[in-house]
């Protein structure tokens, strides 16, 4: 439980917060994936897409502002303190992978712009660099200091993002792009969903420590949808136009030169701060005793070590990966926490083996529905069904125990 004292955090700073969260070469990327839906079914995509997942990974953020508890903490009113284990170590894998993703899609672009610039490939280098600032940022903390280079860091990025913006859509003929096929709408969407969605298990962490329910649910949510739209389109229109959405060559050609670098590395750790110290949170969950913010630095070198030999080829079969994890997860807790209305932590509950039973057929569900390329995706039809599929057998579990604890007269 949070003291009272510390909830410091209001509009503004989720606002900003998530805004940066959302300013980053992998939102970028993941909008280009869209390139061969056309440019208008992308922006549909993307919206619609948008819309689904802010508006849950909101409801998750609530569950953290009124409970006062980490994300992963929270799974506990669901599915046991053990249960809660099993998220919490699939949770560290995640985010040590989005570490090691944001380092090495960021390493790959300053790389890029050092060899135009000075002729060095230093690939390696970067990586370590760029894992050492988040570090730094790390080791801040969450003192006011932290708040003001934070807010700083995302009026500079909101600065970047237009001059991007101008450089990817001078030429207007990205909006009458034609769709190319290879992709199907409903895919498409399901990237959009997936992207925010990955922070669910991470805005708790955060949202904790608003002022208010309204400050911390607007400030999220405008911030990340605002932000990760307009990088997706960004990407898509880059994709597009140029067959690249790598953010270096569109630096390059606006001429940021020197400035490119900086960009790169200010975008990547503000982003990759929260999945490294998410992955502490998380972490401590199971070994309360730890100091989150050390387990975070460990996290954090394991990211970069892993940047240094992975390649990011896969990416978007690991966002995938993320979705068929966290989409009947949540739709497990949301269902348990807004419908149910079952608010409480419980220490006697160990495991919840219905709760988890529900879960593995929603990840099961959820692979189907890639396969079967739906047209709504497979996040919608997940949480849908695995909400529902919850609510019966939460029914019928308490009617069994109402009948076992009041057996009726023979």
């Known amino acids: 439980m949070t003291n009272e ?52 990974l909101v409801l998750g953020g609530i569950i953290g502002t009124q409970e006062r508890i980490p994300a992963i903490v929270s799974t506990r009113i669901s599915f046991g303190v053990y249960g809660s284990y099993l998220f919490s170590v699939l949770n560290v894998l995640q985010l040590v992978g989005w570490t090691a993703v944001m380092i090495i899609a960021a390493a790959r672009s300053a790389n890029e712009i050092s060899k135009m610039l000075w002729g060095m490939d230093q690939l390696s280098l970067w990586s370590m660099g760029i894992g050492g600032l988040v570090l730094l940022w790390i080791a801040l903390g969450r003192e006011d200091g932290l708040k003001k280079v934070n807010m700083a860091a995302v009026f500079l990025l909101f600065g970047i993002t237009v001059l991007l913006s101008n450089v990817v859509f001078k030429d ?41 329910k309204t400050s911390a649910a607007l400030g999220s949510g405008l911030g990340y949808f605002i932000g990760s739209c307009w990088m997706y389109l960004i990407g898509l229109g880059a994709a597009i136009i140029a067959g690249n959405p790598e953010p270096s060559a569109m630096m390059l050609a606006a001429n940021l030169g020197l400035s490119a670098l900086g960009i790169i590395v ?139 604890k009041y057996p009726t007269a023979s």
């Not at 003929?173 to 298990?201: C, D, K, R, V, Y």
């Open 266 to 404: 200010l975008a990547t750790v503000t982003t990759t701060f929260l999945d490294a110290y998410s992955a502490g949170i998380s972490f401590t969950n199971i070994f309360p005793k730890l100091d989150e913010k050390r387990i975070a630095l460990f996290m954090t070198v394991i990211g970069t070590g892993i940047a240094l030999w992975v390649n990011i080829e896969q990416y978007e079969n690991f966002l995938l990966a993320i979705g068929s994890v966290f989409a009947p997860l949540f739709a497990v807790l949301l269902t348990e926490y807004f419908i149910i209305k079952n608010r409480q932590l419980r220490p006697d509950l160990l495991v919840n083996w219905s709760a988890l039973a529900v879960w593995a057929l929603g990840v099961i569900m959820y692979h189907q529905f890639i396969t079967m390329e739906f047209v709504l995706g497979a996040t919608m039809p997940v949480l849908l069904l695995t909400s529902l599929l919850y609510k019966i057998i939460w029914g019928y579990t308490k009617e069994w125990k109402s009948c076992k």
């Open 5 to 56: 004292t510390n909830n410091t955090l209001g509009f503004k700073h989720f606002l900003f917060l998530w805004f940066g969260a959302a300013v980053s070469i992998a939102e970028i990327l993941t909008g280009g994936l869209l390139a061969p839906l056309g440019f208008q079914s992308g922006v549909m995509a993307i919206v619609i897409g948008h819309v689904v997942g802010v508006i849950i």
């Open 172 to 212: 207007s003929t990205a909006l009458n792009a034609p769709p190319m096929g290879g992709m199907s709408f409903g895919e498409a969407l399901e990237l959009s969903i997936i992207m925010p969605l990955s922070w669910l298990p991470l805005i708790a962490d955060y949202t904790r420590f608003a002022k208010s």
